[in-house]
């Protein structure tokens, strides 16, 4: 699977949109770009995917660039119950397999 | 999604021993996997249990130390066996091919946390 690069800590202002960024320039066509957090102590959960258009749903919006070499969550307004770890990982459509990386710990702040 | 549950919570056991973590969906589930999260580290697979036979292992991990069972669609058990401190991590089951789910896409348990002393 293609590697993931996401900055290792971002703080966001609460009520405020965070824009989280993904690079994946080796992503191949068939890849896909997920995106989990994972609250401290918790599970990761499951947020969006995409392949090549931007998608949105009850989460957050996934914004995908044309070339797919990058793309960035978005979180249209932070709550501090956000706060988490943000992982970004590409993933062949048919192949289960899901690499954690260290992905981004995503601070709101009040 | 699935609601996944793992049994027990948490744990804190003896070097030399074995543990049994017990992960149950409320639905059946084409694949289930498990997973292991050391201190302050990312999630790394372990395996894949399959129904009715062997589960498939990762780089790293065999199933002596590992061993696995799947008897159903809808439940797996992780064994860590001849544990030691360094086994200590979090241990999380996740679920995929959920009925009326979001079909490739991964849900995760809430995890078993193994202290070992």
């Known amino acids: 699977d293609a590697k993931t690069t996401q900055p290792p800590s971002m703080d966001c202002a609460e009520g405020r949109a965070a824009n989280l960024p993904c690079n994946h320039s080796t992503i191949s066509g068939n890849e896909y770009v997920y995106w989990y957090r994972q609250i401290h102590s918790q599970g990761p959960q499951y947020i969006i995917h995409g392949l090549k258009n931007n998608e949105t749903n009850e989460m957050a919006s996934l914004i995908i660039t044309e070339d797919r070499k990058s793309s960035t969550l978005i979180l249209p307004h932070a709550t501090l119950r956000d706060t988490a770890v943000y992982y970004c990982i590409v993933r062949v459509g048919n192949d289960y397999k899901l690499s954690f990386g260290a992905g981004t710990t995503v601070t709101v702040r009040a | 999604s699935a609601v996944i549950s793992q049994k027990p919570s948490r744990d804190i056991c003896q070097r030399g021993t074995s543990l049994t973590i017990q992960c149950q969906v409320d639905?059946?589930?084409?694949?289930m996997f498990w997973y292991r999260q050391q201190p302050g580290q990312s999630l790394t697979l372990i395996a894949t249990?399959?129904?009715?036979?062997?589960?498939?292992?990762e780089s790293g991990f065999v199933i002596d130390k590992f061993p696995i069972s799947r008897p159903n669609l809808t439940f797996s058990t992780l064994t860590v066996s001849n544990m030691s401190p360094e086994d200590s991590s979090i241990y999380l089951c996740s679920v995929e091919g959920v009925a009326g789910g979001i079909q490739e896409t991964q849900y995760f348990g809430p995890g078993t946390r193994l202290l070992v002393l």
């Open positions: 639905s059946q589930v084409t694949m």
């Open positions: 249990a399959n129904q009715g036979s062997e589960a498939t292992y």
